[in-house]
């Protein structure tokens, strides 16, 4: 089993940045790739970006600019940029897992994750 807690959001004005935080714990040896999922009012949720132990990252068209994923794997910890942030940001934001073997293709294709956050709330405000 993985546990992941996200940390980081917040309220923050229109143009402003945040880093969100997902700390990861339990046997992550069963696991590689881990990506980002918000999910805003009345929306479903989507997957913003992936990225595997080894680096390598995958980014939705629309979180290809404003969108940094990144990963210290020293301290099981992923981290999510957004940078610019307007209203449309305002979401609940996911990290979520993959058993290993899983791809970042198969992510994005819609594969439900194994592991998933409790989700952080950023508001955007204007």
């Known amino acids: 089993q993985v546990q992941l807690v996200e940390s980081g959001g917040g309220l923050v004005q229109v143009g402003g940045s945040l880093r969100l935080f997902c700390a990861a714990s339990g046997s992550m040896a069963g696991i590689n790739a881990m990506g980002w999922y918000r999910q805003g009012p009345g929306r479903q949720r989507e997957v913003l970006a992936a990225?595997?132990?080894?680096?390598?990252?995958n980014y939705a068209d629309s979180a290809a600019v404003r969108f940094t994923i990144s990963r210290d794997n020293a301290k099981n910890t992923m981290y999510l940029q957004i940078d610019n942030l307007q209203p449309e940001d305002t979401a609940v934001y996911y990290c979520?897992?993959?058993?290993?073997?899983?791809?970042?293709?198969?992510?994005?294709?819609?594969?439900?994750?194994?592991?998933w956050g409790q989700g952080t709330q950023v508001t955007v405000s204007s």
């Open positions: 979520a897992a993959a058993r290993r073997g899983i791809t970042l293709a198969t992510i994005f294709a819609g594969y439900r994750m194994d592991y």
């Open positions: 990225v595997t132990s080894g680096g390598t990252t």
